[in-house]
């Protein structure tokens, strides 16, 4: 059975950064698309960024430039880099993957940032 853990989460002040980790267990990692997805209250969950097996990535304009989404395939693990973080950023944030059209959710880390 594939599993997706978040990792990473917390509170922190605008212009903060956070490092988020997804790590899959039960399944070969390195076929899924990754993504990273965030859910504000009161919102539809939204796509923040993905990364192909193949190590494209993309991102939604409003994290451009301060975000980084990258895997290690030797790892099972994704990471978003969240730099220059605001108050709009704050969400839970969930780790997707994807194989032939499937996906997989995991069950979401809250960051929160507040001054």
């Known amino acids: 059975q594939a599993q997706f853990v978040e990792s990473g989460g917390g509170l922190v002040q605008p212009g903060g950064s956070l490092r988020l980790s997804c790590a899959a267990s039960?399944?070969?990692?390195?076929?899924?698309?990754m993504g990273w997805y965030r859910q504000a209250p009161g919102k539809q969950r939204e796509l923040v960024a993905s990364i192909t097996t193949g190590g494209i990535t993309n991102y939604a304009d409003s994290v451009k430039g301060r975000f980084t989404i990258s895997r290690d395939n030797a790892k099972n693990t994704v990471y978003l880099q969240m730099n220059s973080l605001k108050l709009e950023d704050t969400a839970v944030y969930y780790c997707?993957?994807?194989?032939?059209?499937?996906?997989?959710w995991g069950q979401g880390t809250q960051v929160t940032v507040s001054s």
């Open positions: 997707n993957a994807v194989l032939i059209r499937v996906p997989y």
């Open positions: 039960g399944t070969i990692f390195k076929v899924y698309t």
